[in-house]
Structures are given as C-alpha cells and as structure tokens.
C-alpha cells in the first residue's frame, strides 16, 4: 500500500455524468491486482473531510485508471480536476478477485459503474471465452470503451429502458447466457448496485454456480481502523463479521448474509 501524492495525466467526461481519470504512480499501478480500490483525497484541506473510494479500473504503464460517476461533493470536486493537478491517493486497498482456473468459463456481470472493476478482471484475464454482461438505465450512460483506449472489449449491454441493446436488466441476460453455458464450468464475478448483486448471487447460489461479489459501502478509513464498512457475514461463520475494506471488497457469495445487507 502507497499513499502519494499523485499526478493527474487526464481527467475527461465519456458519459453522463461520468468521468475516466489516469492519475500518475508507478508504484501502485504495479502493485494493483483486480478489484483492489484507491482512496482519493479529492482535493487538500478539510472539505471534504473523508477520502473517497474508487475501484482501480486498469493500469497503463505508470498510469492508474479510474472511471468514476459524478454522484456528490467529492465527485463534483474530482470531476474539476485538470492534467497537471496533484491528488492524494493511497492504495492499493483490500483484497480482489481471484482469477478463475482454466477449466472455468468467467462470466462477468456488470451494473452502471460496477463495470470499472470488471473492466480490469477482463483486461487482465484475457480470456477468449469469458462473457462480459453490462447493465445500464438508459443508454447515455453507456460507456464507451475504444475511445478510452480500451480495445477488445465488447460487453453485451442490457439498457432498462430498451435504448440500445438487451430491453431490461443484466440479470436477464446473466439467466440467458447460463441456460446456453454447456460446455464447462462457469464462474461470475460481478459488482453493481446492491440490488443486482442480491439478484446476482441469488441466480448464482441457486444453481450452485460460484460468485464473487465486489461491495460498496461506506468507508471513512479504507484500511480497517474505522468500523465503518462492516457487513454481516453468513450464518453459521465464525466471524460474524466483515470489513468490506479489508476482507472484501470481493467476497464469495456465499460467505455473506444477503437478507441483511
Ligand atoms: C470499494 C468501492 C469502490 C468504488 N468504486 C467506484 C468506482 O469505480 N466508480 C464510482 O463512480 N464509484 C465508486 N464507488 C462509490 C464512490 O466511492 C462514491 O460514489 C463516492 O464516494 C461518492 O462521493 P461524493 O462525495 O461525490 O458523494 P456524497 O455527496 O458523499 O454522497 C452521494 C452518494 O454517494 C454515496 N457515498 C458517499 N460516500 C461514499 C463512500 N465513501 N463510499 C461509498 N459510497 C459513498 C452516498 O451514500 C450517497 O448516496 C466505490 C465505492 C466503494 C466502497
Ligand atoms: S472503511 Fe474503515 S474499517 Fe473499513
């Protein structure tokens, strides 16, 4: 883990509201794997007070990606930032997902920003036979990948409102894609709004198919000192508890209590 001060290389609307930011770090770009996080001080003093987390989206060379959605203070403050600026960021943070082994096909499942992290597990698995499912509102924010420089990736998109591919929710896809899946073993990975992952995991544990679930939640600290991202575990583990920070943000499915998060 690294906290640096850090170059922001660009910083450039590619979607509603959304932005795709490349912030300069050698060490922490070396160091990020899949589904780790940064905490970025989005600018110097106290307002706001609290470092903001966000999903490493890929690495290029000495430069660390993050796509993020103006939804708040520090957004809006992160989304006003210039090349040349300098932010704070520490990371990276907590624990990511575990690649799949080669008999396994991966099937990826995204909902509106929670395509950031999967867009990392799916550059750095570079597997020709996984599938990579994205679900957005509506299609303005749809985020174009070729323009960021990201090539050959192509998920297959779900809008809810029908406006540009699959007419309703990734999920849908997700069933579709699993009762076509013979020819091996699959595995998801997914991150997205908590109501999708619920969905998720329940198609998932349903047909005992193993998930690994990236949570948001709140976080203070990001490092575990705070208590503040806490989840209840599943019944029947010995811990009863988790911090996403620390145990996650990727978990197994079937270690947490979805009747209660
Ligand atoms: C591990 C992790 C990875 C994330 N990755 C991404 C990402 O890749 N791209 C992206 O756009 N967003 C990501 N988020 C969510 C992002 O951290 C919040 O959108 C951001 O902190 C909001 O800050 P704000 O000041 O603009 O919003 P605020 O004005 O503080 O609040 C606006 C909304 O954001 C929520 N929020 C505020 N602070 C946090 C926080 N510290 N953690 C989670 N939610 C918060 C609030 O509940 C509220 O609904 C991630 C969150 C976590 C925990
Ligand atoms: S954010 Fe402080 S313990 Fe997890």
Redesign the pocket.
């Known amino acids: 883990m690294f906290e640096e001060s850090t170059e922001v290389v660009f910083n450039k609307g590619v979607a509603r509201n959304t932005f795709f930011m490349g912030i300069r770090s050698g060490p922490m770009a070396d160091a990020s794997r899949p589904g780790q996080?940064v905490m970025v001080q989005v600018r110097s003093g106290i307002d706001?007070l609290?470092r903001?987390?966000?999903?490493i989206?890929g690495v290029n060379g000495d430069v660390l990606l993050?796509?993020?959605?103006?939804?708040?203070?520090?957004?809006?403050i992160l989304s006003e930032k210039k090349p040349g600026d300098f932010i704070r960021v520490l990371g990276p943070l907590?624990k990511g997902f575990e690649p799949p082994g080669k008999a396994v096909q991966p099937i990826l499942v995204a909902g509106g920003?929670g395509i950031?992290?999967l867009i990392f597990l799916s550059l750095n698995l570079a597997r020709k036979d996984q599938q990579f499912l994205a679900g957005y509102g509506i299609s303005p924010e749809i985020v174009p990948l070729d323009p960021l420089g990201i090539r050959g990736l192509s998920p297959t998109i779900a809008t809810e409102d029908g406006s540009q591919g699959h007419h309703g929710r990734v999920t849908e896809l997700l069933e579709s894609v699993l009762s076509s899946a013979k020819e091996k073993p699959v595995g998801i990975f997914t991150c997205g709004p908590l109501p999708m992952l619920k969905a998720v995991s329940r198609i998932a544990l349903g047909q005992n198919i193993p998930c690994q679930v990236?949570l948001?939640?709140?976080?203070?600290c990001g490092v575990g000192a705070c208590q503040g991202?806490a989840v209840k575990k599943a019944p029947g583990l010995i811990e009863p508890y988790a911090h996403?920070c620390q145990d996650g943000?990727v978990f197994d499915a079937k270690t947490l209590d979805w009747e209660v998060l």
Request: glycine share 10%; with cysteine.
């Open positions: 996080f706001p609290l903001r987390p966000f999903s989206c993050i796509l993020y959605r103006v939804v708040g203070h520090g957004t809006a907590g920003m950031a992290p990236s948001e939640s709140n976080m203070a991202c996403v943000p």
